[in-house]
């Protein structure tokens, strides 16, 4: 097992609780400490209750825990944070400082950051948008996500801070339930079909989004961390792709398997932002600087997801 001692804040998330368990398959049960700021159920490794906004709660758990490296995963998604803009940017941001903060002054090895497509706004190239794009965001999230791009860039050109990043895009997994973001449809048209039930989407249908599969998303962050730093040439933060599709496209690849699935378009706020945002993803300089390739497409995925719902019983 590696050497290191790795502190999860936001571990009950989406993205945190699956990837929570992927660190401790290569690091080891108890060199990976997930935290959130509820109680989180009982798991293989330690767990801590955690307010990122508190630098003295932070530091003293980066103490308790020897902690050298953060995984920073909380955030308020898209849509959430539109309900109440000044409070998703406290959150957001004093977090992410807190963060910065504590490692820079620990010395800790590494910090990982997740931005998102949430960056992008009606300025940038709606296909296949490149890496180093305008970057004018319609939400707060996105504001918070091309700020804090910036600072993990600031932070590791004056400060030597290894922090490392990747824009992603929808991420779709069976593992948890959707969590306020713009592209969640794409998780629980998935939880519709398995129960018979027709599903109600925000979106258009004819709205490409670019998405990544939960699996891809988890070993994309790993392989990112991993690398070595000579090869880490993006520090504000990597662009991440697996594949594009519409709420039609998705709807069609259920259908391969679930003839009788139903849906229907009633678009909401939503779609606003849906409509800011990129339809597809160059993400290139991930390829080339650290060797980055997605396994899943559209129907690979969607075997995958309605296996394990139907397994679990969702």
């Not at 002054?105 to 706004?121: D, E, M, R, W």
């Not at 699996?215 to 520090?235: C, G, Q, S, W, Y």
């Not at 779609?271 to 497409?297: F, L, M, N, T, V």
């Amino acid at each position: 097992m590696k050497q290191e001692r790795i502190l999860i804040i936001g571990a009950g998330g989406q993205i945190g609780s699956v990837l929570t368990e992927a660190l401790r398959g290569v690091y080891g049960n108890d060199n990976v400490i997930a935290t959130d700021l509820r109680p989180l159920p009982p798991q293989n490794g330690p767990t801590d209750t955690l307010d990122a906004l508190s630098a003295r709660a932070l530091a003293g758990a980066v103490n308790k825990y020897k902690a050298t490296q953060i995984y920073h995963l909380a955030a308020i998604l898209s849509a959430t944070g539109e309900r109440d803009p000044l409070w998703a940017w406290d959150i957001n941001m004093r977090s992410l400082f807190n963060v910065l903060e504590v490692a820079r002054n620990k010395k800790l090895h590494k910090v990982y950051f997740p931005s998102s497509i949430a960056v992008f706004g009606l300025e940038a190239h709606r296909t296949d948008t490149p890496q180093f794009e305008v970057l004018i965001p319609e939400t707060v999230y996105g504001i918070s996500k091309v700020a804090g791009e910036n600072w993990a860039n600031y932070y590791c050109k004056r400060y030597g801070l290894d922090v490392r990043s990747l824009r992603y895009p929808g991420i779709i997994g069976y593992q948890s339930l959707p969590g306020g973001g713009t592209t969640d449809y794409a998780v629980d048209i998935y939880h519709y079909a398995i129960k018979g039930e027709p599903f109600s989407c925000f979106l258009r249908e004819n709205t490409p989004l670019p998405m990544l599969y939960m699996a891809d998303a988890i070993r994309a962050t790993l392989e990112l961390m991993e690398a070595p730093a000579e090869k880490i040439k993006v520090r504000t933060s990597y662009n991440l792709s697996g594949m594009s599709f519409t709420p039609g496209e998705i709807a069609a690849s259920i259908r391969k398997y679930v003839p009788d699935f139903q849906i229907s378009y009633n678009p909401d706020f939503r779609q606003a932002i849906a409509d800011s945002w990129p339809g597809s993803i160059d993400d290139s300089a991930a390829r080339s600087d650290w060797g980055w390739k997605p396994e899943y497409d559209l129907d690979g995925m969607t075997r995958d997801m309605l296996f394990h719902l139907k397994n679990r019983g969702q």
